[in-house]
């Protein structure tokens, strides 16, 4: 069984449009994480929720928006997509907020056209 | 402001030989000083970790070597293998892991045969 699951796996949409990629950690973990990895592979926090409730927030653009129905499930929406929304988005979860030891689902490879 | 500098940005090692990464932080309230590995297409994974009160933790071939009034620490693979060819990233945090992990810019490791 994968412990974080993300799907999908590859998004390619245009410039303007809506998307979400959904993630499930089966760990039984308190806390998850958005994290965004660049062309240059540079990884950066975005957001992170302990328990269904929003605990870092990231400078992000507001066309994010995270959504966690519960403690196993974090999405993200993504609004009016633009060219430098390109990247890989990496979930994650981990046991509590105070642990760094995080573990991460394969990735889903956004790319705008 | 990049809070965790790291170095090289490749390497290339020949097989059976000593592999070090290196990295520096800037903000003293970090406490914990995780290393991830990522192979291509897949999500980072927790290597080892250290916590500022050791100057040394090994796991295996691996070893995180930490120096605190320097501000550095540094990942050293013996016996390099063609199978930890890898991106490294150093990591850290504060605050018990609570405000997140924040990542070195990776290193793309190459052992050679």
């Known amino acids: 069984d994968t412990a974080v699951s993300q799907t999908p796996k590859y998004l390619v949409t245009q410039m303007g449009n809506d998307k979400s990629i959904k993630c499930e950690q089966n760990?039984?973990?308190?806390?998850m994480y958005w994290y965004k990895q660049d062309s240059k592979k540079f990884l950066k926090i975005m957001f992170s929720?302990?328990?269904?409730?929003?605990?870092i927030n990231e400078t992000v653009p507001n066309r994010f928006s995270p959504k966690s129905p519960d403690k196993a499930h974090l999405n993200l929406h993504i609004n009016s997509l633009e060219l430098g929304d390109s990247a890989v988005y990496f979930c994650?979860?981990?046991?509590?907020?105070?642990?760094?030891?995080?573990?991460f689902g394969e990735g889903s490879r956004l790319t705008v056209l | 402001q990049q809070q965790v500098k790291q170095s090289p940005q490749s390497l290339i090692v020949q097989k059976g030989g000593i592999s070090i990464i290196n990295c520096a932080y800037e903000?003293?309230?970090?406490?914990?000083f995780p290393w991830y590995q990522q192979f291509p297409g897949k999500g980072p994974a927790l290597l080892i970790a250290?916590?500022?009160?050791?100057s040394e933790k090994k796991e295996g071939r691996f070893t995180i070597s930490f120096n605190k009034s320097a501000k550095q620490f540094s990942l050293h693979i013996m016996d390099s293998q063609p199978g930890d060819s890898a991106t490294y990233f150093c990591?850290?945090?504060?605050?018990?892991?609570?405000?997140?992990?924040?990542f070195g810019k990776g290193t793309h490791l190459i052992i050679q045969p």
């Open positions: 250290i916590r500022p009160d050791v």
């Open positions: 903000n003293t309230a970090f406490d914990y």
């Open positions: 994650a979860s981990s046991q509590d907020p105070g642990s760094g030891e995080l573990f």
């Open positions: 990591a850290a945090s504060s605050g018990g892991g609570a405000d997140g992990l924040t």
């Open positions: 760990l039984g973990h308190d806390t």
């Open positions: 929720y302990n328990n269904k409730e929003l605990i």
